[in-house]
Nanobody, 127 residues
């Protein structure tokens, strides 16, 4: 059974940086697709970014491209979302997700493509 646990959320100011972490158990990261999604209050859950597989390409939503990066630590079975130059519009609940299949665009951006989800954690960007 795959389990995902996120950590690292909190309250930050606009322009700050924050790193979210997702620790997995029950699977080997290097054969799966890992992604981050987020859900703002009153809005649908949306794709943030994903790593296709161990040496596959990274995909990012246009709204976070050049500000966010996804990094994988295979030895620790962790994936991180490094968020820079945070904006109030980045506020929301962030979810780590894993697909048991390698994914490409456009499926990699769809939450229905993912088999396992973390519990979510709050990120608030406010002055």
């Amino acid at each position: 059974q795959v389990q995902l646990v996120e950590s690292g959320g909190g309250l930050v100011q606009p322009g700050d940086s924050l790193t979210l972490s997702c620790t997995a158990s029950g699977h080997n990261f290097d054969r799966y697709t890992e992604a981050w999604f987020r859900q703002a209050p009153g809005k649908e859950r949306e794709f943030v970014g994903a790593l296709a597989w161990s040496f596959g390409p990274a995909y990012y939503a246009d709204s976070v491209k050049c500000r966010f990066s996804i990094l994988r630590n295979n030895a620790k079975n962790m994936v991180h979302l490094q968020m820079n130059r945070l904006e109030p519009e980045d506020t929301g609940v962030y979810f780590c997700a894993v697909s048991a299949s390698p994914l490409n665009s456009p499926a990699i951006t769809a939450d229905a493509s993912y088999d396992y989800w973390g519990q979510g954690l709050q990120v608030t960007v406010s002055s």
